[in-house]
C-alpha cells in the first residue's frame, strides 16, 4: 500500500508563494496528504498557500508592518496554549481555546487555520492507511472574522472515539508563535472520549463556517456516485464556487475526476476500486475572503461489470451510437453485440446501429476476455418512425 508522508508539518508563513512555502520550513516535506485539502493543482487553483495538514510547529512570518497596540508582536516568540473541553462526545458541543499571553493583540491581517479528523485508529495513526471511516475539514481565515477565538462544534462521529486536530496562525509582522505546548513534533495532537452520535453523523452546529463531506456506502466500480458537502455555521459559498477532486487510493497517483461548480454535490463516475479520496476546496481566498475544504474517502468495491449507454429514443433508419465500458477485465476484451437476442456483425465498445423495425428494441452486449472474465448487459431502445 502506498503511504503518505508524516501527518505533522512546519509551515512557514511567507506571502501568498506557494513555491516559498514547499521550500522552506524544517520537516516539511512535498504534499502527499491533506487532512481537509486536496493537492494543489495550478491549472484551476490561481492563489492559494500549500498549508498541507493545515499543521504548524512554530509559524514565521516574514515582512514589515505596523505594530500592534498591546503586546508588541515583535517583542520576539509569541507562546500559545489550548485548552479543550472535558469529555469530548461525539453528537455534543465541544470547545478549543487558544490561549496567548496576557495583553497580546493579534496584529490586523492575522490569519489562524484549524483541522479535524476523524476515523479508526489506523487512519488517525497513518494518513497511508485511511479508509471509509475517515474525514476530515479545514477552516482558514481572518482573526477579525472570529477564525483566532474559541472555536465550538459538534464533534461528528468517530469510530475510534478519537479525533486529531491541528491550529496555525500566521500575520504579516515578523511574528514567531510557538505552539509546541498542544502540537509538537513529530504528529499532531489527538484527544479521545465517547461516542454520542449514530454512526456516519456529522458536525451540524460551529461557531465556524465550514462544510463536511458524505458519500454512499456500497458503491461499485463503474457507479455513478454522488459526494455532498453539508454546511455548517452559516457557510455561504464563496462567488467562483468550488473545486471538486476524486482521486484514486491514498497516494494521489490518479485523479481520476474533477469539477469547479457552485453546488454542494459533486457527481462523477467511480471508475477505480478500493479507498478513493474526494476533496472539497472552495474558492474563498481568490476574493480575499475565508476557506473551507473537507475530504472523505470512501471505498469502492471491485467487480467485474459492462456499462451500457444507449440513446432511449432513435429514429427509425437512422445511425446511433451504444457504448460499452468494461469494469475489472484484464488484458484483450472481446465485445460481442445482439439485437432482440440475435448477434449482430459489429464489434469493438462503440459500435453504430441502423436499425429498421420499429417499437422497442434490446441492445445487449456481452464482454470477455482470455482468463474467463464475462459481464453481459442490456438495454432497451425505442425505435420510432
Not at 512555502?21 to 490561481?46: F, I, L, M, N, Q
Not at 509538537?184 to 479521545?192: K, V
Request: glycine share 10%.
Amino acid at each position: 500500500m502506498n503511504r503518505r508522508g508524516s501527518m505533522a508539518r512546519r509551515i512557514v508563513a511567507e506571502p501568498r508563494n506557494e513555491d516559498n512555502e514547499r521550500a522552506r520550513g524544517g520537516g516539511y516535506t512535498p504534499p502527499k496528504r491533506r487532512g481537509g485539502e486536496a493537492p494543489v493543482d495550478r491549472s484551476h487553483r490561481t492563489s492559494r498557500r500549500a498549508a498541507i495538514s493545515l499543521a504548524a510547529v512554530i509559524v514565521v512570518a516574514s515582512a514589515a508592518g505596523p505594530a500592534a497596540s498591546g503586546v508588541a508582536a515583535t517583542d520576539g516568540v509569541v507562546p500559545v496554549t489550548m485548552s479543550l473541553s472535558p469529555s469530548p462526545t461525539s453528537g455534543s458541543p465541544f470547545t478549543f481555546t487558544p490561549g496567548f499571553p496576557t495583553g497580546y493583540v493579534l496584529p490586523a491581517g492575522t490569519i489562524c487555520s484549524w483541522e479535524l479528523r476523524w476515523g479508526d485508529n489506523a487512519s488517525l495513526a497513518d494518513l497511508g492507511f485511511v479508509d471509509d471511516t475517515f474525514g476530515s475539514i479545514a477552516l482558514r481565515g481572518q482573526a477579525s472574522d472570529g477564525f483566532c477565538d474559541p472555536w465550538t462544534l459538534t464533534l461528528p462521529y468517530s469510530q475510534s472515539a478519537s479525533w486529531v486536530y491541528s491550529f496555525g496562525i500566521y500575520d504579516l509582522l515578523g511574528t514567531f508563535y510557538d505552539l509546541t505546548s498542544f502540537q509538537p513534533q513529530p504528529t499532531l495532537p489527538r484527544f479521545s472520549g465517547a461516542n454520542g452520535a449514530a454512526v456516519g453523523a456529522g458536525i451540524p452546529d460551529s461557531t465556524l463556517p465550514g462544510v463536511w463531506l458524505s458519500m454512499p456506502k456500497g458503491s461499485i466500480i463503474g457507479d455513478r456516485v454522488t459526494a455532498t458537502a453539508h454546511a455548517f455555521g452559516g457557510y455561504v459559498m464563496p462567488p467562483n464556487g468550488a473545486n471538486w477532486d476524486a482521486y484514486a487510493g491514498s497516494c494521489y497517483c490518479v485523479r481520476f475526476a474533477h469539477a469547479t461548480n457552485h453546488a454542494l454535490t459533486f457527481t462523477f463516475t467511480a471508475t477505480h476500486a478500493g479507498t478513493i479520496s474526494v476533496f472539497y476546496n472552495d474558492t474563498g481566498e481568490q476574493t480575499s475572503g475565508n476557506f473551507a475544504g473537507a475530504g472523505v474517502d470512501p471505498k469502492i468495491r471491485s467487480a467485474i461489470r459492462v456499462v451500457l449507454k444507449t440513446p432511449t429514443t432513435v429514429l427509425a433508419r437512422t445511425h446511433f451510437t451504444a457504448t460499452a465500458t468494461a469494469y475489472g477485465f484484464t488484458g484483450t476484451i472481446v465485445y460481442r453485440w445482439y439485437v432482440d437476442h440475435v448477434r449482430v456483425l459489429v464489434s469493438g465498445r462503440t459500435p453504430s446501429f441502423y436499425l429498421v423495425r420499429t417499437g422497442q428494441r434490446l441492445i445487449t452486449v456481452i464482454v470477455t476476455d482470455r482468463y474467463g472474465h464475462r459481464a453481459t448487459m442490456s438495454r432497451w431502445v425505442l425505435v420510432h418512425a
